[in-house]
Structures are given as structure tokens and as C-alpha cells.
């Protein structure tokens, strides 16, 4: 089984927070910028790709147990979402890279572990 | 058990957190991890309606030894139609609102599939009342 630290050098990700939840599982990915979908359809321990900044981001992260958050494209979390992050321990990770490119990456880094 | 969190209308920030303490609630109870999923994401999307769509509220929840009932009632415009509310894709969210991710028009779909029972009262101009019951023996 991946864990979330496992994909950071590989996608060149930059780690903005939670770094005490780099050890958690990852099961696989989950892209969408509209939260109820997220809410409704995510699995635990999936990662979530997103563009949203703001803290419900973080709210629905924890609530749903997923493994981690990338923001795309040099997006970068809010000072409240960045605080959440550190104290629920679910890293909040970023890269310059669109969702598409990224998306497609983690696909390829998933799939190439199984 | 009986469980209460007042909710802010409009406060986005705080939304989420009253659903986030009952989640740990049912957790320490030791309720099937099937059950609590479920019933997190019902109650957050009812908690994040109240934050979008009304102006103050209140989460109830009693947990049974048979089942979750869950009320979420708040003072709030109300809604007209509720069977058109109910239709995924239907939104009234601001613009504002949209921008941040919500208004989706999932929500209330998303309440319908995760819990056993769903109804919803509601009068224009004063309020609503949604009441969800979750099932303990049904994954
Ligand atoms: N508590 C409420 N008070 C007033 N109107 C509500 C309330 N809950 C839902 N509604 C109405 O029902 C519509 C549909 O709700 P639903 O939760 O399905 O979607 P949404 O909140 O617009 O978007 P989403 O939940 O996907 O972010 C809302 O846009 C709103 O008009
Ligand atoms: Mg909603």
C-alpha cells in the first residue's frame, strides 16, 4: 500500500502542511471542485486534487478520511485551512501543474504500484 | 443519547463542525464505521445548507440503540418547492457561493442516498425542518 509520502517526489509536490499525516494510506485519487460531489462520491483514503483554498476543504477531507489534498496550480491554502490541516494531521500538498497533468500522474504513479 | 450544535447561518468558515463533533461522538460509541459515514455526509450537507441557504439553526441528533434520528431545523427563507429542491442539479447558491465549490445542487440528493429516512418540512419566509434517520442494522 502507497502512502501519501510516496508520491511527493515522484509528482514533485510541495508539502504546505500536515506533514504528521505523510504515513497515511493512499487508496487512490478523487478530482472535483464542487464539494458535494466530493462529499457524495470520495472514498476514504483517496487523494483529492483540487483548486479550492478554503477550509471546507479541509472540513470534508476529514470528515470523508481521505488520505490527502493537492491544489493545482500554485494554489495556496487559506491561513485557516492550513491550521485544520496541521491539527487533523492530513497533508495539504501543492503543485504548479493543472488538474489534468497531475490527475494524470498520480493515475500512472497508482497504477504502475499495483 | 441526545446531541445539540447551533449552527451560523453564513458563516462558512465554522461549517462542517458541528457534523465533525458528532462524527467523533459516534466514533467513541463504537457505531459501525458503514453507518457513520453516511450519516456524515448527510449531516454536513444539511449543516452547510443552513450556512448557505438560512440565517440560524440547530443540529439535534439522538443516537438510539436501533438508530441515529437526526433533526436539522433552522429560521431561514424556507423552501417553496421542495420536490424540485430535491432534483440534483437544482441551486439557488449565489455566485459567491458557487465560486467556493457549493451549489452543486447535490446536497439534499446526497442526504436522500445515505440516510434510511428523509423528511422535510418547510414554510417561506420562516423556515425548515430536515429530519434524517439512519438505520444502526442497515450498512
Ligand atoms: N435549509 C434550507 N433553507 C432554505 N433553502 C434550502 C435549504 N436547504 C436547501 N435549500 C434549497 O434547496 C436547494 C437545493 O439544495 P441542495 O443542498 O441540494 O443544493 P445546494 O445547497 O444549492 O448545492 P450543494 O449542496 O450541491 O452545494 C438550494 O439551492 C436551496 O434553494
Ligand atoms: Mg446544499
Given amino acids: 500500500m502507497m502512502k501519501v509520502k ?7 509536490l510541495t508539502v504546505f502542511s500536515g506533514k504528521s499525516g505523510l504515513e497515511r494510506e493512499l487508496t487512490g485519487g478523487y478530482v472535483c471542485d464542487l464539494l458535494s460531489d466530493v462529499m457524495g462520491n470520495a ?11 478554503h477550509r471546507n476543504v479541509m472540513a470534508i477531507a476529514s470528515l470523508k478520511d481521505l488520505a490527502a489534498i493537492i491544489l493545482v496550480k500554485d494554489n495556496k491554502p487559506e491561513e485557516d485551512t ?30 504502475n504500484q499495483q | 443519547m441526545h446531541f ?17 463533533e458528532i462524527k467523533k461522538v459516534l466514533k467513541q460509541l463504537n457505531i459501525n464505521i458503514k453507518v457513520i459515514k453516511r450519516v456524515v455526509v448527510a449531516l454536513y450537507e444539511a449543516e452547510v445548507n443552513i450556512v448557505a441557504h438560512a440565517y440560524h439553526g440547530k443540529m439535534e441528533v439522538d443516537v438510539d440503540t436501533d438508530k441515529i434520528f437526526m433533526r436539522l431545523t433552522d429560521k431561514g427563507p424556507g423552501i417553496e418547492n421542495i420536490e424540485k429542491a430535491m432534483e440534483e442539479g437544482y ?49
Avoid: C
Fill in chain 1, 6 to 12: 510516496d508520491i511527493i517526489d515522484d509528482l514533485g
Fill in chain 1, 43 to 53: 472514498q476514504t483514503g483517496q487523494t483529492w486534487i483540487t483548486l479550492q483554498t
Fill in chain 1, 82 to 111: 492550513l491550521k485544520q490541516s496541521e491539527e487533523e494531521g492530513i497533508p495539504i500538498l501543492g503543485t504548479a501543474e493543472d488538474t489534468f497533468t497531475i490527475a494524470g500522474k498520480l493515475f500512472n504513479l497508482l497504477k
Fill in chain 2, 4 to 20: 445539540e450544535h447551533e449552527i451560523e447561518g453564513g458563516n462558512f468558515s465554522q461549517a462542517g463542525f458541528a457534523s465533525s
Fill in chain 2, 91 to 139: 441551486s439557488t447558491a449565489s455566485t459567491e457561493v458557487r465560486e467556493m465549490g457549493f451549489g452543486a445542487g447535490m446536497g439534499l440528493s446526497n442526504i436522500k442516498k445515505n440516510t434510511d429516512e428523509l423528511y422535510i418540512t418547510s414554510k417561506v419566509d420562516k423556515g425548515t425542518t430536515v429530519e434524517m434517520t439512519a438505520y444502526l442494522n442497515r450498512e
